[in-house]
């Protein structure tokens, strides 16, 4: 199909827009219950879109090497998973004390702007109920509600995550945690409601044109555009089943503009609550990093290659030295993890450690206090802080920071290059 040029930079532009909201609910679809532990399945039949919203699923143990559904996975936490949909009224959320353990619920609208959070950073770790109500909703709020969040739309995306170190018996507290989570109406009962989905959530192939206009056709009707946008819908059937194709391939090529932070290192997403006009970084994001949350919850710095530039690769070993007292800045902790560049996954090694950071036992400080960290595919031997890499093999390391503070969130610090020394 040809269309005259403005036709076509009109539906590109519109489809741009709304692909994010395709996205999210694609991730719906993909990453809802179909059963629930008390009223049972949202259908009985086998091949039924139907899943269960308001209900909360978790993950009790961490990723290895063996896990590639998610590429470059963290290493630290345990997730707890929701959708909460807000069109038959508000929901109600019940956390437990979490003692000193870090922790957050990241809210994100339909459109993926992580607008709110409860957790460590925002609400503390105290015992807390939390009610989310969406824009239309004008009730009374319960006198024992800790914190009011708004929602800009119905659909919601809750993800969780909760720190487990290595100590024996820390991922069963951490379960038991999480088992303490209750998603309830305002008269007390379950908030769980079936919906369907549509959609073939796992398909991530690009959806034929029908699919896309009329899973956001539907998404629409509870989820308006953001503030400030104006959107052109709908758009002619034949024009997107050319372009739709064509967007999807780009934004997948096309990768995000990085902030260079020196020394090698870059931030491959930065964004706080909304990502404002910049819908081409939301579509790309959305396509290839969907679930991000803000920079102020954590952020990560990446490195690809050495100071010198050069690619990092298994070939050789490197050195990350902090200098004393010149440590990442964080409220929380920070982490520093290994990727096989060819998969974006952690990499299988005899002391089955794929990240490195403040809380790993037996980490070594130098006698004037600064830490070095030793990245190398060989067992650098007694005395040095490991994190092994892929023997041969090009590869890349995160550096999380979790709650980092302000140095970090106004680019004022001095990341240390990873140095070559062989």
């Known amino acids: 199909m040809t269309m005259p040029p403005q036709t076509e930079d009109r539906v590109r532009h519109a489809l741009i827009q709304t692909l994010p909201l395709y996205e999210m609910m694609r991730m719906r679809a993909a990453t809802t219950a179909r059963r629930h532990p008390v009223l049972g399945f949202a259908s009985e039949e086998r091949g039924s879109t139907q899943r269960w919203v308001n209900q909360f699923t978790h993950t009790h143990r961490k990723l290895g090497p063996d896990d590639r559904e998610v590429v470059s996975p963290n290493n630290d936490t345990v997730y707890s998973n929701a959708w909460l949909d807000l069109s038959q009224g508000p929901v109600l959320i019940d956390t437990p004390d979490m003692g000193d353990r870090y922790w957050t619920l990241g809210l994100l609208d339909a459109w993926t702007n992580p607008f709110a959070y409860v957790g460590r950073r925002t609400t503390g770790n105290r015992r807390q109920r939390t009610l989310v109500h969406g824009p239309r909703w004008q009730g009374v709020v319960p006198a024992d509600v800790s914190q009011v969040i708004v929602a800009p ?8 995550r ?11 507290v951490v379960r038991a945690l999480q088992e303490q989570l209750r998603m309830t109406r305002l008269e007390g ?18 959806p034929s044109a029908q699919t896309y206009i009329d899973t956001v056709n539907t998404a629409l009707a509870g989820n308006p555009p953001p503030a400030g946008e104006a959107l052109e ?20 090529e096309q990768q995000n503009q990085p902030r260079e932070l020196g020394g090698g290192w870059s931030l ?33 710095p990446t490195a690809e290659v050495d100071g010198e530039g050069r690619t990092l690769d298994g070939t050789h070993a490197y050195e990350l030295r902090f200098a004393p007292g010149a440590g990442p800045r964080v409220g929380a902790f920070w982490s520093l993890t290994m990727y096989r560049r060819s998969d974006c996954l952690f990499v299988a090694n005899p002391i089955h450690r794929y990240s490195i950071g403040d809380r790993t036992p037996g980490l070594r400080h130098d006698a004037d206090g600064g830490l070095a960290i030793r990245i190398q595919a060989s067992d650098p031997g007694p005395g040095h802080n490991w994190l092994p890499a892929p023997a041969g093999e090009p590869f890349y390391v995160v550096l999380r920071l979790y709650q980092p503070q302000a140095e970090h969130l106004q680019h004022r610090y001095v990341y240390p290059p990873l140095r070559q020394l062989d």
Do not use: C
């Open 162 to 172: 909760f720190l487990v170190d290595d100590s024996v018996g820390d991922m069963d």
């Open 268 to 300: 491959p997403l930065e964004v706080k609550t909304h990502w404002g006009a910049d819908l081409l970084t939301r579509a790309r994001v959305a396509r290839n990093f969907i679930g991000a949350l803000g920079i102020e919850e954590a952020m990560y």
């Open 153 to 160: 739309g119905d659909d919601v995306w809750l993800i969780g």
């Open 233 to 252: 819908w709908p758009l002619d059937t034949g024009a997107v089943q050319t372009l739709l194709p064509q967007v999807y391939a780009e934004l997948r």
């Open 189 to 206: 009962s379950d908030a769980a409601m079936r919906v369907d989905t549509r959609i073939d959530g796992r398909s991530v192939v690009t």
